[in-house]
């Protein structure tokens, strides 16, 4: 909700005016047409005759516990004014103004109050439809529900998605916020008519004061029906795509895993598990002495806890701050890990500091947990629920925020509690916006809101040229303005608890967001450890690790190191479902699949992959249908992921492949080759074999007629060359994707070959490289004395990798320590320098005789390189890591013994 519009409303208009209001607006498959008179806006969508009747906005006024008749509308007159506007008494005036934002029309209604008495309202626009009998379901905004003769309604604000929808097999219409709107209180709801008609609307409350004007944004969409809400999801975040994705411009490793405590505090091995497990952030708990001061002010160090400080907080000041600076700076430098400095988003603080400094921050919602007298945020103190947004204490958090920013060397913040939805009511409330009203303690903000304000503001704060970074643990049941705001978030919850589908909710509000999960096994819920066998010990892991993995792929969520440390099956799918989540969860999967089975997609168009399983006791064979225009033009040919070749069979524009689904084992596949016309194509088997220095695609190809075939790249490849049954194939770039015309009859083979845009050497030359022999090193590093602090840091990164192999995974362990030396001496030796304006790619390895030689024009491209690397030395020094839990490593240990 905005007093004046916002940035975002002002880029929705045209040359920087409103469309006129004779103007019909079409976005999608909706068309919305305002006329004067009592029937204000007509509505239709192509997709199915007869089920969208009409549009309208709803009114209701929250004094009166009454409906607002709007009465006639007026047509606008000239270009800045509404659509339409209404007087609907006098002292209110209301107008709406109507645009297409990508596949959404956005309706921002504005209420004027020229009276003096505050308005509270109630608002928003509702869809007239006329669905066919026993052939709609509804979206609550949480769970599906069948219409009935009763109306319904869902007013969960602490987990509902911000759209509501209805759909039939042919086409799904929804009613919602627009995604970055702040408003306390929203209303999902379905009213059902006599004649089986029902008016899909979304509402909110506001409240108008005298002489004030302010303004709630909803959207309206008209998608397909095939996959019911899915379908609005994909126009909505496709319509609103910044809302849906991290933020461009901070730092990527917030995109990645966690790294689960590796790196808070740094153990021995830190550098390598995090490395290893994909851990690129930290979760950097509680660094702070007292909640509420996350700086560690002088002036508010000292005080009584109700409970004993632990170590590091009983620390003098200057210690304790050392002791932080330390910690954060290894973190980062020494792990290479993204670090975000814990706040419980800034809605906790210590009782006496609260009530001393911040009363006017108070939260007193008699429906919500404002006091927390038992261990919380430090553990030692009590906390107070605050609003962290137009207080005092809002204030100060901005200024403590920007503080940690410029002293710490973090990524971003990790915001705790960010899903609340407590309703405030102290002495700043007259001049917040978002705010609503209800019968119980009158007008009110939501948490939400402030919230919201807070990530908006770290993501103005700046370090090392990029802006900070917000991930954020919102619960399923968190608000949507805060999974909106986050760049990711976690799910404290691990795939199996409570239910199998908690998760999606979370999913649906984040978008194409990464998400990870939390905690760990917790396999004292399932076996007494004193008393199971190891072996019954060990098959709960593997049903567990399974179902993860199963469930990772199914909604898009990376497991942490407390998943992954040890576990063997787990590690080895990590990579593919990071390089999934990376790709980002994709509503629509586009994929026609027989029950049991289920698939979901990631990415589109030829950056799609497809997982696909099933949950039963036996292997499934089917087919799978994947629907090529929901990917782009033409049709897709996929290949697995693991190397093995799939049969394509194109029909009638899908593509079907024959899979075998096996029991606990998931199927992944990606899009390869794009095939235009798709009717020039019958049947293709494809297989792409991928090294870490080059990948071959080879296909042979059936069809009829001409055509033009656009290949995916893998990722650090380029393609180097391709043939045609034998014949050199004529490539060109278009768009940045290769493309090349070929004629299609019986059995064509096709191979394309792709080389890194690295490694200038094979796999066997760089994993054949002589580092380390039987007697210890073998392979000096060489970097000059005077060698800038990346080319030191990347010298580092080599050393570690070997020192925690041959220390920690190889046995019996030893101390292997690559020398670093300022110049190349005799034997083998790896040099790593920057050449700032090198020609050609920003950076390339290679290997001449003895010689290992890292270059990169940056030290930005220097940090990448040497990951990509690292990575390829895994292919030969792989590891699982070890298992964290010594009980449970020691029943292991006697697997198949006892």
């Known amino acids: ?34 006329r004067a008179g009592d029937a204000a806006l007509t509505a239709r ?44 008494e006098p002292g209110l005036e209301v107008d709406l103004r109507l645009q297409a934002v990508g596949s959404c029309l956005l309706w921002e209604v504005r209420c004027r109050n020229r009276g003096e008495e505050s308005r509270w309202l109630e608002l928003g626009p509702a869809l007239d439809l006329q669905p066919p009998a026993g052939q709609a379901q509804w979206f609550d905004g949480w769970d599906d529900k069948a219409l009935s003769d009763a109306d319904q309604s869902s007013v ?38 006599a004649d089986g008609s029902v008016a899909l609307s979304c509402t909110a409350r506001c409240v108008v004061d005298p002489g004030t004007e302010e303004s709630v944004r909803f959207v309206t969409l008209a998608a397909l029906g095939e996959w019911g809400k899915l379908e609005a999801f994909d126009a909505y975040y496709a319509s609103f795509p910044e809302c849906f994705r991290a933020h461009p411009e901070v730092d990527p490793r917030a995109s990645l895993g966690s790294s689960q405590y590796r790196a808070w505090p740094t153990g021995p091995w ?57 910690a954060f700076t290894d973190g980062a430098e020494r792990c290479g890990v993204a670090m975000m400095f814990y706040i419980p988003a800034q809605v906790w603080c210590e009782e006496q500091l609260a009530r001393e400094r911040y009363a006017d921050a108070l939260v007193t919602d008699p429906r919500a947990k404002t006091y927390f007298s038992t261990p919380w945020v430090t553990g030692h103190d009590n906390e107070l629920l605050v609003f962290p947004h137009a207080t005092s204490f809002g204030d100060q958090s901005r200024r403590d925020l920007a503080d940690i920013a410029e002293a710490l060397p973090i990524a971003g913040f990790a915001f705790d509690t960010a899903g609340g939805v407590a309703r405030y009511t102290g002495p700043a409330l007259p001049r917040l916006e978002g705010r609503a ?10 948490e939400l809101v402030a919230i919201a304000k807070v990530m908006d503001y770290v993501h103005t704060l700046r370090r090392d040229g990029r802006r900070l970074a917000v991930v954020s643990n919102p619960m399923a049941t968190g ?14 919850r691990n795939p199996w608890q409570h239910s199998r589908t908690e998760s999606d909710r979370l999913r649906w509000k984040l978008g194409h967001k990464t998400m990870v999960w939390w905690e760990g096994y917790e396999v004292g819920d399932f076996v007494d450890l004193a008393t199971v066998k190891p072996d019954d010990l060990a098959a709960v892991y593997e049903g567990l690790a399974d179902f993860t993995i199963l469930q990772s792929l199914r909604v898009g969520a990376i497991p942490p190191t407390n998943f992954t440390q040890g576990i063997a099956r787990l590690v080895r799918w990590l990579p593919a479902i990071v390089d999934c989540v990376q790709a980002g969860w994709e509503p629509v999967p ?26 039963t006791g036996a292997d499934l064979d089917l087919e799978a249908e994947v629907v090529n225009q929901r990917l782009g033009t033409g049709a897709m040919l996929f290949a697995h992921t693991d190397g093995r070749a799939q049969v394509n069979r194109v029909r009638d524009g899908s593509t079907l492949l024959p899979l075998r689904l096996a029991v606990r084992t998931p199927v992944l596949l990606r899009a390869m080759v794009a095939v235009e016309p798709a009717s020039a194509i019958s049947t293709a088997e494809v297989t792409l074999r991928q090294e870490a220095t080059r990948a071959v695609l ?41 493309e090349a015309e070929l004629s299609l009859g019986e059995a064509g083979r096709l191979e394309v070959a792709f080389t890194s845009d690295l490694f200038e050497l094979s796999d066997e030359a760089l994993l054949g490289f002589p580092f380390v022999g039987p007697d210890g090193a073998t392979a000096a590093l060489v970097v000059p004395a005077d060698a800038p602090a990346a080319v030191q840091r990347a010298a580092a990164r080599l050393q570690e990798y070997f020192r925690y192999w041959h220390g920690r995974i190889e046995k019996p362990a030893r101390e292997v320590l690559l020398p670093i030396q300022p110049e190349v001496a005799a034997g083998a030796a790896v040099s790593i320098a920057l050449v700032p304006g090198r020609p050609g790619r920003p950076a390339v390895v290679r290997r001449e005789g003895d010689r290992l030689s890292v270059e990169a024009d940056s030290a930005v491209a220097l940090e990448a390189a040497m990951d990509r690397l690292l990575r390829a030395l895994d292919r030969r020094w792989w590891t699982s890591e070890i298992f964290g839990q010594t009980a449970v490593r020691d029943r292991l240990a006697a697997y198949g013994r006892e």
């Open 698 to 738: 080879q296909a042979t190809l059936t069809g009829a007629g001409t055509a033009r075939l656009r290949f995916a790249t893998p990722a650090g490849m380029r393609l180097s060359a391709a043939t045609w049954s034998g014949q050199p194939l004529a490539l060109q770039i278009r768009d940045g994707v290769p």
């Open 590 to 615: 586009a994929v026609r699949l027989p029950a049991p089975a289920w698939a979901s997609r990631y990415g589109r168009g030829l950056e799609t992959r497809l997982a696909l399983a099933q949950e």
């Open 45 to 88: 969508t192509d997709l199915a005759p007869g089920l969208l009747r009409g549009a309208r906005l709803t009114l209701f006024d929250g004094r009166r516990q009454a409906a607002l008749p709007l009465g006639p509308a007026r047509l606008g007159e000239g270009p800045a004014d509404a659509a339409l506007a209404w007087t609907p």
């Open 1 to 34: 909700m905005t007093r004046t519009l916002s940035r975002l409303t002002l880029l929705l208009t045209l040359g920087g005016l409103w469309v006129t209001a004779a103007t019909t607006y079409q976005a999608g498959r909706l068309t919305i047409e305002p």
């Open 437 to 446: 009203w209800d019968d119980e303690v009158g007008v009110y903000c939501s």
């Open 156 to 193: 969960r604000m602490a987990g509902n998605m911000p759209l509501t929808a209805l759909w039939t097999p042919d086409a799904c219409l929804a009613v919602g916020l627009e995604p970055t709107e702040l408003i306390s209180w929203f209303r999902h709801s379905v009213a059902m008519g």
């Open 479 to 492: 608000s949507y303005a805060s999974c909106v705001r986050s760049d990711s978030a976690m799910l404290e």
């Open 270 to 326: 830190s550098p390598e598990i995090c490395r290893r497990l994909y851990g690129g952030w930290e979760w950097c708990y509680a660094p702070f002495k007292r909640t509420g001061d996350i700086v560690g002010r002088p002036e508010l160090w000292d005080y009584t806890p109700v409970r004993p400080f632990g170590t590091r907080p009983a620390l003098p000041r200057d210690e304790y701050l050392a002791w932080r600076e330390k």
